[in-house]
């Protein structure tokens, strides 16, 4: 068992420029398992409700992820997000939020999912993170993703959460409101200095950026020219990241940019369709296939500027 997240498992209902949909999966820990299932064995830690049916189940099982710990409550509903995009679709305007079954949501971790290697703690209320971290204190490294709706509301669980992580993937608005700094370097070194090792900053449309102390890394956003719905978009990066440290012997710097370019790789995909739909029916073709078209994009040979060679001379 390498990999082990714990987020929402939702239903969602998104309206795009392009369309909508009145009610999809969704979710922080659906989003990021199927991505990272292409890379490493997955079991999701969350709750649904009643209404969670057996359609919504064979999408988890399709990708063989490990639903063992996925709770049910019989008579409850299943947590629900309603959000609009506008024309830009950078940013997700929250309409509506039903915690639902997640108000009431104790993470119970088997045995199995405590001996994880590596931990995503997904979009959920800042405590359980912390409740979870310390559930699996033997894991390699853990990594934590937030949103405004809890920057906002528990601005202190969210600092303690980070506290006590390896790696915070979070977007750079997030990042500026967390740290209450404007300029996204000196955000990034504030929120470094509350403990993780390293900051990985996804920034839409115009790719992700990672920090560590003394480094940084960067790399534009694959280009498409039809983005539909930016929907879970994240979490498929934060599960491209993820997945793809989790297949790997030593999560190291060099692997942890390798991460970087599989996480803009899945989540290029996801926003091609609504919701899951994409990531359902991808295979390991596309992928690497996209990996490489990352690779040529951002190639360049170090051959110094003829004139300023010369100059030194
Ligand atoms: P993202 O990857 O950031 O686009 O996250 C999208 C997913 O987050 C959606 O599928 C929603 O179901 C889920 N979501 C939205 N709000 C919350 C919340 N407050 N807590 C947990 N999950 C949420």
Redesign the pocket.
Known sequence: MSLLVV??V???AVETPFGKRERML???A??FGLSASFFTDVRVVGVVGGDFGAEEMSVFEGRGIDTGDLERVADGKT???R?RYEFDLNT?H?LD?Q?NV?ADFQPKLSEASRGARMVFL????PDLQREVREQVRGAELVAL?T?N??ITSVPDAVKAAISAVDVVII?DAEARQLSGEPNLIRAARAILSWGPRALVVKRGEYGAAMFTDGAYFAIPAYPLESVFD?????????GGFMGYLASQDVADEAAMRRAIIFGSVMASFNVEEF?TERVQRLTHEEINERFAAFKRMTHFEEIPFERAAQATK
């Open positions: 987020g929402s939702a239903f969602d969704g979710g922080s659906t989003h947590f629900f997000w959000g997700a929250t939020t915690l997640f997904g979009n959920i209320q993703d949103m709706y809890w977007n930016p929907t879970g978009a994240g979490d498929t990066f934060a919701g």
